[in-house]
């Protein structure tokens, strides 16, 4: 009813526009009528707005519910399937949503005329190496042992990778895919290439592009074992060497003790991970004895899951890859999908409704065989530069 009125209100508008010259307007000094026509035009643009502003309120709401109802199907499914793996009940492909997520079709947002030209909000400041260093120094009074060159750090992290049972083709694959085939042990997303105005998009950072999140959930789960490696380090050092290690260790028992302030939660680690206590330790993968550890553990923890989950095959690249996307648990749920499921399965199953928006990958390579040959695809070109070729390399 209120559209209705709406648009007979703008109809009778028009009406008396086209009656105006007739009812004497003409015999006024044209300034007046100018003016007059403005004001009736300024009228008519503001019954214009309210009711293309109430069919588009009227679609998006339409959608919003539509969204809404899509995505928690998605949530639901995915407890669902979590609690069937932990029972060790099989999974169905009416476990998934089917479905891909909906797309507004409706009318645009109609621009206010009244309204004044509003500038675009900043941006989120998302922290930078810079930034990283910085935290690391003032509340940990550490500063990373960076490396003299990117193949004195390549040579570390493929000694550790190797060590740890990742083969070559994952770790290349995985640095090629992450980093863009060429990037350095300091590379951030966002900043892959040298641009003008390029912006840091989130904090992930290095070959396999940890989030400060990913830092601070390793140091509390794993902190342990990085001691023991650097310890075992430490001991076969010599004087000097071993001196700086075990100043190292003082500042990554700290450093641990924190991360250990909270539950072990993903949730809860990823608050501390956004303190400045938080970017010091994200700081760590900057650092030539600890980084590799990190970058490491990342991907054995996603093989170490898939085998407790019954897949004991080597994951492809491309398979880790998922799990070092979208997490391990819906990771494997895509590689122990049979190839017909890969066919029919959304890939909007495997992620956040936010993580989905902006990942434009998943949205193109909208099923999962397509996002993984778009996966494989782009490791396949990414290989072929120089960083990834030093890397590979360096793995016996």
């Known amino acids: 009813m ?23 307007f003409a015999a006024e000094p044209a300034e007046n009528s100018n003016a007059s026509m403005r004001v009736a035009q300024s009228i008519f643009d503001a019954f214009e707005y309210r009711r293309k502003l109430a069919e588009y309120n009227a679609a998006r709401q339409q959608y919003d519910a539509e969204v809404d109802a899509y995505w928690s199907s998605v949530a639901d499914k995915r407890r669902s399937r979590a609690a069937k793996r932990r029972s060790s009940e099989g999974i169905g492909i009416e476990d998934y949503v089917l479905t891909q997520p909906p797309v507004y079709s409706g009318p645009p947002r109609p621009v206010d005329p009244s309204a004044p030209i509003e500038e675009p909000p900043p941006r989120k400041y998302v922290p930078v190496v810079a930034d990283l260093l910085e935290a690391a120094a003032q509340e940990f009074s550490f500063v990373p042992q960076q ?34 085939g060429n990037g350095k042990y300091d590379v951030q997303a966002g900043l892959e290439y040298p641009r003008p105005g390029a912006q840091a998009i989130s904090t992930a950072l290095g070959y396999n592009q940890l989030l400060s999140t990913n830092s601070v959930e390793l140091l509390a789960e794993k902190g342990d074992q990085f001691i023991r490696a650097l310890q075992a380090k430490a001991a076969a050092s010599s004087t000097e060497a071993k001196a700086a290690l075990l100043k190292k260790i003082a500042v990554l028992k700290a450093m641990i003790a924190f991360s250990r302030t909270v539950p072990d939660s993903w949730s809860a680690h990823d608050r501390l991970a956004n303190t400045p206590k938080g970017w010091g330790i994200h700081a760590l993968n900057l650092d030539i004895d600890v980084g590799p550890l990190l ?19 080597t994951l492809t690249a491309a398979e880790l890859e998922m799990m070092n996307l979208t997490g391990d648990g819906n990771g494997i749920d895509m590689i122990k999908m049979s190839p017909a499921w890969r066919e029919q399965v959304p890939t909007a199953n495997f992620f956040q409704p936010g993580g989905y928006a902006r990942n434009p990958i998943a949205g193109r390579a909208n099923v999962v065989s397509k996002l993984l040959a778009t996966t494989n695809a782009r490791m396949d070109e990414e290989v072929r530069l120089q960083g990834a070729k030093d890397l590979a390399a360096l793995f016996k």
């Open 2 to 24: 209120r559209l209705r009125s709406v648009r007979n209100n703008c109809g009778c508008l028009l009406a008396a526009l086209v009656l105006l010259p007739s009812q004497g």
């Open 147 to 180: 490396p003299q060159n990117e193949l004195e750090y390549k040579r570390a992290y493929a000694r550790v990778a190797a060590a740890a049972g990742i083969t070559k083709e994952q770790a290349v694959r995985i640095y090629a895919f992450e980093s863009s």
């Open 295 to 313: 970058q490491t553990q990342k991907l054995l923890d996603s093989i170490v899951f898939a085998r407790k989950q019954g897949y004991d095959a």
